[in-house]
DNA sequence: TGTTATTTACACTGTACAGTATAATTAACG
DNA sequence: CGTTAATTATACTGTACAGTGTAAATAACA
């Protein structure tokens, strides 16, 4: 299968193959998954729908061609360094901010969306193709391992700490967002910063 | 329409609704929206598919009144009254366990996880169907407000406390809960514990 | 018991869509 | 250029399912 072992002549089809992968995430996004049909996808991305059957064999295993690049990205985008110069409170608002714009970016909303109803239907499902990402909660408990470490934060359980972090911005701000039509980013900040407050509140070192 | 003022002969056809609303619950909680066919639902209703039609006449229609009575009874399940007697601690920890016991039930998982699924693939439907509803987190923010008066809290923004309350709690229980197979109410605990704690330690007032 | 509202069985229509077949066309690479 | 892998247009198959039509059966009520 390999170009460089195949006695085949093979070329590129990476052009198309992305071309594909672009329209299926537009598709996914706007119309969801049922709605997004295999010739409304082949359109979107201005290709034959024999041509996206020739590089994804079902609509599922295009779906998860989608999925795995959402993913990557998103665990790309979640990264958090500790700062030993800077307060607690700003860079555990900078990092709620960064996951309230995250979520609330209009090509990443649709595709949460999608997502979401995916997998809450059959969650063995979810479980199985999550399992191959990293935790998203992997950054934020490094974090809180360094600022206590750096004697700003008396935290005995990092896990559970970081367990109430993500609660309080994924029940405030992500799921939210999900049933709205976004977050409005400046009537949240009141919310984001009392959040934030609790959180510091309950885990700041005593001087 | 009205049996007393209509002059044509009515019969009593309550039975049948609701056997034919209990099959629905079951066909949506167990197969999803979308799977569970009209022919699938009536066979489990024990009703023929055209009475389904005589009662209700649209699968939408069937669905809406499957949220109507689920949504009801939540609302009549989620009540907290406040005790000036007990620990703060001891009531918010009570509620909590509901809130896990509510969404663990199996009966309603299943139907939690399909109203998500609708819900999410239209949004301004969803709206339009909670609207007729009063906000879930009313009960709570009477509890507060009495706990306020009370003097046991500081809280200058109930709405914004209760936020913060609800936030963790569904961040943590609810959406994970509807994620796997239900939470696991043992390991849970030290979590509910911990998020507790944060809440009163943010909101308790100084003695 | 007779009337008739309601229910049933069953066949049917129309539609939407995943996936396939195939012959013709295009364009990358040597 | 010529070869041929990749792509395209188009027509097609099979299936699933919402919703309808109808005539016969059932059972609640007067």
């Known amino acids: 299968m390999d170009a460089a072992t195949s006695p085949v002549k093979r070329r590129d089809t990476s052009k198309k193959r992305e071309a594909i992968l672009n329209g299926a995430i537009q598709a996914f996004a706007e119309m969801g998954y049922d709605q997004a049909s295999m010739d409304a996808i082949a359109e979107i991305a201005g290709v034959s729908k024999r041509t996206v059957y020739n590089h994804f064999r079902t609509k599922e295993n295009l779906f998860q061609g989608v999925i795995a690049k959402f993913l990557e990205e998103q665990q790309a985008l979640k990264r958090i360094e500790y700062d030993p110069a800077r307060a607690l409170e700003d860079q555990l608002t900078a990092f709620a901010h960064a996951e309230m714009y995250l979520i609330n970016s209009p090509s990443r909303l ?98």
């Open 110 to 207: 649709g595709l949460s969306r999608v997502l979401t109803s995916v997998f809450i239907r059959d969650i063995d499902y979810a479980r199985r193709i999550t399992a191959q990402y990293a935790s998203p909660h992997e950054p934020f408990m490094q974090w809180l391992a360094a600022a206590r470490e750096d004697n700003k934060l008396a935290i005995d359980n990092p896990p559970l700490a970081a367990k109430v972090f993500y609660a309080m911005i994924e029940g405030a701000i992500t799921w939210p967002a999900l049933f709205q039509h976004g977050i409005d980013t400046e009537a949240a900040k009141p919310l984001l910063d009392e959040l934030i407050a609790t959180f510091i509140e309950r885990y700041r070192k005593e001087e």
